[in-house]
């Protein structure tokens, strides 16, 4: 699943490819929200972690997972 996070102040955008669902993604940036000073933190699909301050949140974009075509199905 792609994540997209927008941090204020930041041109670029964070993408993170994690294994987490949509819901679960949701559910830890309400608990990060919810706690004072609190943090955003994800880990992605290699491992590594993301930490924002979610007074720097300017918005999280989740994906959906996508089923990509394999192979040369195209069609002429």
Not at 3 to 27: M, N, P
Request: proline share 3%; aromatic share 4%.
């Amino acid at each position: 699943m792609e994540i997209k996070i927008g941090v204020r102040s930041v041109h670029r955008e964070l993408v993170v490819e994690t294994d987490l669902t949509a819901e679960q993604v949701e559910e830890e940036i309400r608990n990060a929200l919810a706690a004072d000073r609190g943090v955003f933190a994800l880990t992605d699909t290699k491992g590594r972690r993301v930490i924002v301050p979610t007074a720097s949140l300017g918005f999280v974009e989740i994906g959906e997972d996508e089923t990509r075509p394999v192979g040369f199905g195209g069609t002429l």
